[in-house]
């Protein structure tokens, strides 16, 4: 009953078959798996431009190839985006289009990618350096700037067929952000959060200092200004940088404690008491003179209804972007009431009123971490930024639950349509009576993150994770004791037959037993210095584990000795599931999954359908199991009675 572990991925990241055995229940059916959900775009959008409320582009980085670039473009406000093909392997960071033709796209190596027939093909320009490039600046029709590192400031007066450098005078720094408000007077800020104005078309440039205002130096993540006078400045520490003297003076708007942030923008503190995250914001759009929209960190969208004076929070944090939490890094409104923001996990968000609802229009990928199903219908999923997805329909359709978290999750465990905990980090463990309509978060005495947890009904359940943690309740997990056996490794996996037997297992081929419910645990000597991702037992005798290097072993004594099993793969295997004593499975990396019908003397490869880790497996029966994994994928098998030909 393996729970896939947060910190195991940043470790450890270095369709169908006919069954036909004599006495198999199912000899005679066909079983396979089917991809029911996963993330339209495996990558990480940077930066997102439209043109009208139709036409849009955004650009970013696949997370399968980090080298490889992602644009994709839309015609129908976003109903529907198409990928287009840009020929550069590099991550991409800013678009920009001055209408529905022409646009450019910047990236790392100095890359500047141009079109003009709306993204159909993009070509490369030379612009005279392999800097990374951080901002791009375009004044109508055709004045183009950009910025980069070590003293990168190029400007094209020709659509970007040549360039000039225009940095003098300004040392070696680097630079983040660029914004002009025609060919003469423009901004660029660095780094180290100085601010640069121009007013002759950067043949000179003159100091505007912002860290008094900030209270030190801060990283500057956008530029912008509406004119001569108004402007903004946003990045590191939610700080929002404001001038109405063209950059003479800078006043911070969110300058102030934690409590103020959670007085007056709508942020309140995260689980375990701890103080707010220091987050950035990385992007800044106007819809009209007074709508403004802020995106960063933690899923944070900001909105001004007064020209950017006063800011509240329309989502993030403890608003609960449904599908999570993640970093978004784009936004771009085409009036006050139309716009799209864009970030990790492949995001895509649209809103048609303002920023009072948002819709996704492709569908994230967060981590998914656990599953479980408590009938054939019902099932729930959960992962990072404390993301949970329910299902009313067998997995076919998924939606987003409040989860009052946004701690990653390491586990789910439903014992009926009502009643399941999730746990997470900083020792989170949120329950639910009504089947995830609301969340609860409970009081745990531990801190350290939690990685599996186990119920045997409503009111008895254990749960493990780092460090050697492992606590216990009998009361629903209303209150939660201590039952650590008392060593420091990290435990990955809870498993328990009855109430009073069980085993933890962990790093280090960490394996313990108990017989009293966990008051007193046996260090028992496992398979050999392996990590244990998860463990599958079927009675007080025997059960198996898999590892991170791809073994499976099996006990036929409690654990006392284990005997390997041949599994033909060499990629970390997460999960291990038995429907009965012989028939199981067991999923891991690169889309592997695992089924043994003999016990597990051997195993067989089957039809993923899918090329991403494969995290936490559960079935309700046979024929009716559930698979968890990257990128918000989410698998079903079926068992069906097969054709008259299929028979034959």
Not at 160 to 165: E, F
Not at 393 to 404: E, F, L, V, Y
Not at 566 to 577: E, F, M
Not at 581 to 601: C, K, M, Y
């Amino acid at each position: 009953m393996r729970r896939f572990t947060i910190a195991t991925l940043a470790i450890l990241t270095a369709s169908g078959f006919v069954a036909c055995r004599r006495g198999d229940p199912s000899a005679n059916k066909v079983g396979h798996w089917q991809v029911v959900r996963s993330a339209a775009w495996e990558g990480t959008f940077r930066d997102v431009h439209f043109v009208d409320a139709q036409t849009g582009w955004a650009v970013g980085s696949r997370f399968s190839d980090l080298t490889e670039s992602l644009i994709v473009h839309t015609d129908d406000g976003g109903a529907t985006w198409t990928a287009q093909q840009s020929g550069y392997y590099g991550p991409l960071r800013r678009v920009l289009f001055v209408d529905a033709r022409r646009g450019w796209s910047i990236g790392d190596q100095g890359v500047l990618l141009a079109t003009d027939d709306g993204g159909t093909t993009w070509k490369k320009r030379d612009i005279g350096t392999d800097e990374a490039l951080f901002d791009l600046a375009v004044v109508p029709p055709a004045d183009l700037w950009v910025v980069g590192d070590h003293a990168v400031v190029l400007r094209s007066t020709d659509g970007g067929a040549s360039w000039n450098t225009m940095a003098q005078g300004l040392g070696y720094e680097s630079f983040r952000a660029i914004t002009f408000i025609d060919p003469n007077r423009g901004w660029i800020a660095s780094y180290s959060g100085d601010v640069y104005r121009t007013t002759d078309g950067g043949k000179s440039w003159s100091l505007q200092p912002t860290r008094a205002a900030a209270g030190g130096a801060i990283e500057i993540a956008r530029l912008f200004f509406a004119d001569a006078k108004k402007g903004w400045a946003i990045g590191d520490r939610r700080a929002i940088l404001a001038t109405v003297d063209g950059g003479d003076t800078w006043t911070n708007l969110t300058d102030g404690s934690n409590e103020r942030h959670e007085n007056v923008y709508g942020q309140v503190r995260g689980s375990a008491d701890e103080p707010l995250h220091s987050f950035m914001l990385y992007d800044i759009d106007f819809g009209d003179p007074k709508n403004a929209w802020i995106v960063g960190d933690m899923g944070t969208v900001l909105h001004s209804i007064d020209g950017g004076a006063t800011w509240t929070h329309q989502l993030g944090g403890p608003l609960n972007i449904q599908g999570g939490h993640p970093v978004l890094l784009g936004a771009s409104f085409v009036s006050p009431t139309e716009g799209w923001v864009v970030g990790e996990f492949g995001t895509i968000l649209h809103t048609q009123d303002g920023g009072t609802t948002w819709d996704e229009q492709s569908a994230t990928g967060t981590l998914l971490s656990g599953i479980s199903f408590a009938d054939t219908k019902r099932g729930w999923t959960a992962g990072d930024r404390g993301e949970i997805l329910a299902t009313r329909d067998g997995g076919r359709t998924w939606a987003a639950q409040n989860s009052a978290t946004m701690e990653c999750f390491g586990a789910v465990d439903f014992v009926n349509r009502k009643h399941g905990w999730g746990v997470a980090e900083w020792g989170t463990i949120v329950h639910t009576k009504d089947g995830g309509e609301s969340w609860t978060v409970l009081e745990t005495p531990v801190r350290a993150t939690l990685l599996a947890v186990q119920f045997l009904n409503e009111r008895v359940g254990w749960a493990a994770g780092a460090g050697g943690t492992v606590i216990s309740t009998t009361d629903g997990g209303q209150t939660w004791t201590d039952r650590s056996p008392g060593t420091t490794r990290d435990l990955f996996d809870v498993d328990f037959v009855d109430g009073r037997t069980g085993w933890v297992t962990g790093d280090g081929g960490t394996v313990y037993r108990t017989t009293d419910g966990g008051q007193t645990w046996a260090e028992q000597k496992g398979p050999g210095d392996i990590w244990i991702l998860g463990a599958a037992f079927r009675s007080a005798r025997v059960g198996w584990v898999v590892s991170a290097d791809g073994g499976i072993w099996q006990t036929i004594d409690g654990g006392e000795t284990w005997s390997a099993q041949p599994s033909g793969v060499d990629v970390p295997l997460y999960d291990i599931a038995f429907t009965s004593d012989t028939h199981g499975w067991a999923v891991g990396g690169s889309g592997v999954i695992l089924e043994t019908r003999d016990g597990g003397d051997t195993w067989q490869k089957r039809q993923s359908g899918t090329h991403v880790s494969l995290t936490h497996i559960s079935f309700v029966s046979d024929e009716a199991g559930w698979i968890s994994g990257e990128w918000g994928t989410i698998l079903r098998y079926s068992v069906e009675e097969p054709t008259l030909a299929a028979a034959g």
